[in-house]
Each structure stands twice: as structure tokens, then as C-alpha cells.
């Protein structure tokens, strides 16, 4: 018997976006202009996390003269480059957006990026119309991997948490899930899951058209799911 669900709740950041490679080369390129040499151990250790929690980190690593203003307007102009040439959406995203729309699902996006960045990026990609709701880093006091953002995005769809499949690419986002309640789908992206971030996951899988094909063999659309204003 399939377990149900009534809701959807989507990463963007690497889940949706194909954006985490884009953040992840731009950081390094501006910390090694400015002679931060083998940054890269520290960049993923960022991964999923809110910016002003990777800011932090970074001076902690880096010491108290770190030049943080700096380094942002250069990964800034890094990663505004690179966005330039185009705003990917990962494989399977279109057809697993189109499937939940079809079959009535709520949807919400659930990020750790800024609100401004968020609707710029939902706007380039062409995808903001299909959710519900959309909630960001701006919404809440603690972002991932705290659960706040998660329980938020269900009360905003007015559905239980367990009601919800939740769908990420790192392990903040699935810590943040797993601790709101959600049904957790694991497509990584840049990392490999942990044994213990693995144990908090219903399933790891390669991409959204197997997430797709998971969510029609082993968990089913509700008949109760219905149609939510949009936050």
C-alpha cells in the first residue's frame, strides 16, 4: 500500500536550479584572486547553508582581517558572469513541476537564498508561477538546517508536515526536513550524502525523473490534496 501525500516542498538551490556548481566555482575564483589558496574543503562545507551563516564561516576560517566586502564584489561579479550565460534548470525539473501541476498538488519552494534572489532566480528560469508559496531565508529567525522554513512552508499550504514529501540536494536541507517531519527525497548534487544524513533521507536518488518515478511506485498523490493561495 503507498503512503500518501498532499503536498510538495522544493529546494531550489541545486534541487531545481542547477546554481550550487555556478556559487561554488565563482567563490573559489574570488577567494583565490585574492590569494585564499585550496578554499575549496571550505566552499563545501557552505553548501545549502544561509549566507550570512557561510559569511561567518569564513571569517572564522580565514581570521579577523578576512576582506569580506570584497570577496562578496568578487564572487559577485564571478557568478553574475556565469548567470549571464544562461539560468539551467536541473534534469527532470520541468517534467516533475509539470506532474505535481497536473495531478493538483501544492507545491512550495523552500530556500535558503534571500527573497530578491529567489524571485530573480524563479523569474529567469520561468518557473514562478508554479508554486504556492514560496519561502526564503528572509521568513524566517533560523534558516536550514533548522526546521523552521519546512514547518512554515506547511502552514503555509495549510497541510501536516508528514504530509509533505520534501526534496533536496544537501545535507543542511535534509537535516531541516527530516527534523520538520517531512518525507525526505535526497538528489545530491555537489556532495554524497553521509551514513547519517542517508539514514534521515526515505530515498537518495540520481535525479528529479527518478525522484518522479518514486513518488508514482512507492508514495501516492492524495485525493484530499487541493489548490492553495499563493503566499
Given at each position: 500500500?503507498?503512503?500518501?501525500?498532499?503536498?510538495?516542498?522544493?529546494?531550489?538551490?541545486?534541487?531545481?536550479?542547477?546554481?550550487?556548481?555556478?556559487?561554488?566555482?565563482?567563490?573559489?575564483?574570488?577567494?583565490?584572486?585574492?590569494?585564499?589558496?585550496?578554499?575549496?574543503?571550505?566552499?563545501?562545507?557552505?553548501?545549502?547553508?544561509?549566507?550570512?551563516?557561510?559569511?561567518?564561516?569564513?571569517?572564522?576560517?580565514?581570521?579577523?582581517?578576512?576582506?569580506?566586502?570584497?570577496?562578496?564584489?568578487?564572487?559577485?561579479?564571478?557568478?553574475?558572469?556565469?548567470?549571464?550565460?544562461?539560468?539551467?534548470?536541473?534534469?527532470?525539473?520541468?517534467?516533475?513541476?509539470?506532474?505535481?501541476?497536473d495531478a493538483g498538488c501544492p507545491m512550495?519552494?523552500?530556500?535558503?537564498?534571500?527573497?530578491?534572489?529567489?524571485?530573480?532566480?524563479?523569474?529567469?528560469?520561468?518557473?514562478?508561477?508554479?508554486?504556492?508559496?514560496?519561502?526564503?531565508?528572509?521568513?524566517?529567525?533560523?534558516?536550514k538546517p533548522h526546521p523552521d522554513l519546512?514547518?512554515?512552508?506547511?502552514?503555509?499550504?495549510?497541510?501536516?508536515?508528514?504530509?509533505?514529501?520534501?526534496?533536496?540536494?544537501?545535507?543542511?536541507?535534509?537535516?531541516?526536513?527530516?527534523?520538520?517531519?517531512?518525507?525526505?527525497?535526497m538528489v545530491p548534487d555537489i556532495l554524497?550524502?553521509?551514513?547519517?544524513?542517508?539514514?534521515?533521507?526515505?530515498?537518495?536518488?540520481?535525479?528529479?525523473?527518478?525522484?518522479?518515478?518514486?513518488?508514482?511506485?512507492?508514495?501516492?498523490?492524495?485525493?484530499?490534496?487541493?489548490?492553495?493561495?499563493?503566499?
Open positions: 500500500m503507498k503512503a500518501q501525500f498532499e503536498a510538495v516542498l522544493l529546494d531550489m538551490d541545486g534541487t531545481l536550479l542547477d546554481t550550487e556548481q555556478v556559487y561554488l566555482a565563482s567563490l573559489i575564483k574570488a577567494l583565490e584572486a585574492f590569494g585564499y589558496r585550496d578554499a575549496t574543503a571550505i566552499c563545501h562545507a557552505m553548501i545549502g547553508l544561509p549566507g550570512p551563516e557561510c559569511e561567518a564561516m569564513l571569517r572564522d576560517h580565514y581570521g579577523t582581517d578576512f576582506p569580506l566586502a570584497d570577496i562578496n564584489k568578487a564572487y559577485a561579479a564571478h557568478r553574475d558572469d556565469l548567470l549571464a550565460q544562461g539560468l539551467p534548470l536541473k534534469p527532470g525539473a520541468m517534467d516533475l513541476l509539470d506532474a505535481l501541476r512550495a519552494l523552500v530556500t535558503s537564498s534571500s527573497r530578491r534572489t529567489a524571485d530573480r532566480y524563479l523569474e529567469l528560469a520561468g518557473i514562478r508561477d508554479r508554486f504556492d508559496a514560496v519561502l526564503t531565508r528572509d521568513d524566517v529567525a533560523r534558516g519546512y514547518l512554515l512552508a506547511a502552514e503555509r499550504l495549510r497541510v501536516s508536515p508528514h504530509a509533505c514529501v520534501a526534496v533536496e540536494d544537501s545535507s543542511p536541507g535534509v537535516t531541516a526536513a527530516h527534523a520538520a517531519g517531512a518525507i525526505t527525497i554524497q550524502p553521509t551514513d547519517n544524513i542517508r539514514a534521515k533521507c526515505a530515498a537518495v536518488l540520481p535525479d528529479l525523473h527518478a525522484v518522479l518515478a518514486f513518488m508514482h511506485t512507492r508514495i501516492g498523490f492524495s485525493e484530499t490534496a487541493r489548490t492553495t493561495s499563493t503566499a
